[in-house]
């Protein structure tokens, strides 16, 4: 037997021809005998028939050509747990036996990824495992390892950050880095922002959530309560359904198996209470819109929207003041009282008798009485029209009235302020606006006066417009004692004026309840049928018309049918005949000579 070392590890080659020595299997034998301490101490290696044999303690290689010993080269190679590579060579002529250094490979690791807190149970892939001292994660040391063989261990990631390398070392060296041996440890999920940020605290409400680092097992969190649902859209996008809350602003994390987000203003969502209406001011204002309300309740936001009924108000013109008070401008709709509501991400404000809006229609007087009163005020005016409301104010030209009671759509009832004498414009002013004025409104502070008239004369039963004041609608016009029979009020300074039949020369006096105002001039009528006798006969009965403006061409008819002679006797009398046909009615006298016209008796004949 020859012994020689390699290094530290002894090797003894035995001759199987010499029976001094300890042949096992009467082959020549190279036992490989390790003293460093390496973890293969005592123990023997026998290399046989080119092939591993894990025999007790001897492996054996011989020669497959039997006795011709030496004959064959064969090399085989043995790991030892030390981490060392033995060698031997068996030639013809001799024995080579060396040691080499075993350095581990990293061949994969699963998973490849975890969380920067490290925690993670990472198996490690490779070779030249045995004896491993060390595994690392870039700088820093596994938290724990198992080697399992000499080609897998597990590991436990330390805390880090970004994409490092997974290394082993063995006393053969330590493994050379490459992608394959890469774990990246990955941040957590953020969120960058939600959509919408506000719902109802009954929950329901789907909510866009997007950041980055998004799973398919992620979960999500309004505040402490997990959502309703979720879905996985990309590794950007979760859709979520939030859950039931209180009225308050929580923050929405996102959970994977890398951690949950941190919470920041982009992931704030709001709980809002249902808003509630307790007033508003004012509560009425025209058909046509426009009006400035102030509304004030509960649980107001910005971005909230406010109806009139069904009639949305214009998203520019909301403004909202606090929680408790918004601004409006109301949209134009129809006459009616709608309910005013209030619609946040948390719902819509329920309606009451709080939040009633009354558009009213620009009001119209359509007759005032009595329409004339004192100087001194204090009449008691009954108004009528419509679009009276409640709160409606009247006003006798430009003073309000001293009261005005609302009695329903088309009555109110004012007091008169005191005026000066003449006639003023009773309007009625509501949300609606103001009544427009018109004759029918004429009020009369005290007795009317007669300033001129024109034309100073004319046929009865001509037109006669007067100027003066205290004119109102209900004013009588007379001409001497004669009434006229047609007053037209064109407004409280002038009337026009039929000039009655048989009218004579006189003054013209205007009446109303307060008295008269006469002219300070006559008026003269120019052609007028003043009287007629008899006034009833047989046909063929002569008749005597008395009057004004008469002439040889004058023309008589008995209710439409024409005498059957007519005498001309002064300008002041006529004598006409009962014609056959005749039947009862006026006379009626045309001159086609000046002065012209056509005039009516004042009465009627009757034809016996």
């Keep these: 037997m020859s012994i020689f070392r390699v290094g530290d590890v002894q090797f003894e080659d035995w001759d199987a021809d010499d029976p001094g ?12 005998v390790v003293s460093d301490g390496g973890g293969d101490a005592g123990r023997d290696l026998e290399f046989r028939d080119r092939e591993w044999v894990f025999a007790t303690g001897w492996y054996a290689v011989h020669d497959p050509q039997g006795g011709e010993h030496h004959r064959n080269v064969c090399e085989r190679h043995w790991r030892s747990a030390g981490g060392r590579q033995y060698v031997v060579s068996y030639t013809a002529t001799s024995v080579i036996a060396t040691v080499q250094t075993v350095v581990p490979t990293v061949t994969g690791v699963s998973p490849s990824s975890g969380p920067p807190s490290g925690g ?38 330390p805390a880090g950050s970004g994409t490092v390398d997974v290394t082993v070392t063995t006393p053969g060296g330590t493994s050379s880095t490459g992608t394959p041996d890469q774990y990246t440890y990955t941040t957590g999920p953020t969120v960058t922002g939600l959509s919408p940020t506000a719902g109802p605290t009954a929950g329901g409400t789907s909510v866009t959530i997007t950041g980055t680092g998004f799973t398919s097992s992620a979960t999500v969190k309004f505040g402490t309560t997990a959502a309703t649902s979720s879905t996985f859209v990309s590794s950007t996008q979760i859709v979520a359904k939030s859950p039931k809350g209180s009225a308050a602003t929580v923050d929405v994390t996102v959970t994977t198996s890398q951690g949950t987000s941190a919470t920041s203003s982009a992931d704030k969502y709001t709980y809002l209470a249902k808003p509630t209406i307790t007033g508003i001011s004012p509560s009425a204002g025209p058909i046509a819109g426009g009006t400035t309300v102030t509304i004030t309740g509960t649980g107001f936001a910005a971005g909230m929207t406010v109806e009139f009924g069904t009639t949305a108000a214009a998203s520019g013109s909301i403004t909202v003041n606090s929680a408790t008070q918004a601004t409006v401008v109301s949209p134009a709709h129809a006459a009616a009282t709608v309910d005013v509501t209030v619609s946040t991400a948390g719902g819509t404000s329920a309606t009451s008798a709080a939040d009633k809006f009354t558009y009213a229609a620009v009001p119209t007087v359509t007759a005032v009485s009595p329409n004339a009163g004192p100087d001194a005020g204090a009449t008691s005016v009954t108004i009528t029209g419509t679009g009276f409301i409640a709160g409606a104010g009247a006003s006798f030209g430009s003073t309000a009235a001293t009261s005005t009671t609302y009695v329903s759509a088309t009555k109110l009832t004012a007091v008169s302020p005191a005026g000066s004498a003449g006639s003023v414009d009773v309007t009625v002013t509501t949300a609606g606006g103001t009544s427009a004025t018109s004759t029918k409104d004429l009020f009369a502070y005290g007795a009317p006066t007669v300033i001129a008239f024109t034309p100073s004369s004319g046929v009865t039963g001509s037109k006669v417009t007067v100027t003066g004041t205290g004119f109102a609608p209900g004013v009588t016009v007379a001409f001497g004692t004669l009434s006229s029979p047609t007053v037209t009020v064109v407004s409280g300074t002038q009337i026009t004026a039929v000039v009655p039949n048989g009218a004579t020369t006189g003054a013209i006096s205007v009446t109303n309840a307060q008295g008269s105002g006469t002219s300070t001039s006559s008026f003269t009528p120019t052609l007028s049928i003043t009287s007629f006798t008899p006034t009833s006969g047989p046909v063929g009965t002569v008749v005597t018309i008395n009057g004004i403006g008469f002439n040889s061409k004058s023309a008589v008819k008995f209710n439409g049918k024409a005498s059957s002679h007519t005498t001309f006797v002064s300008s002041t009398e006529l004598q006409a005949t009962v014609p056959t046909g005749a039947t009862t009615g006026t006379i009626t006298v045309t001159n086609s000579q000046a002065p012209t016209g056509t005039v009516t008796s004042p009465g009627s004949f009757t034809v016996s």
Aim: charged fraction near 10%; proline fraction near 2%; aromatic fraction near 6%.
């Design 21 to 32: 020595e300890r042949p096992q299997h009467g082959r020549d034998a190279v036992q490989a």
């Design 120 to 157: 993670t149970s990472v198996t490690v892939a490779g070779t030249g495992f045995t004896g491993a001292t060390a595994v690392a994660f870039g700088a820093n040391a596994a938290t724990s390892y198992t080697v399992n063989s000499s080609t897998q261990i597990t590991a436990t990631a």
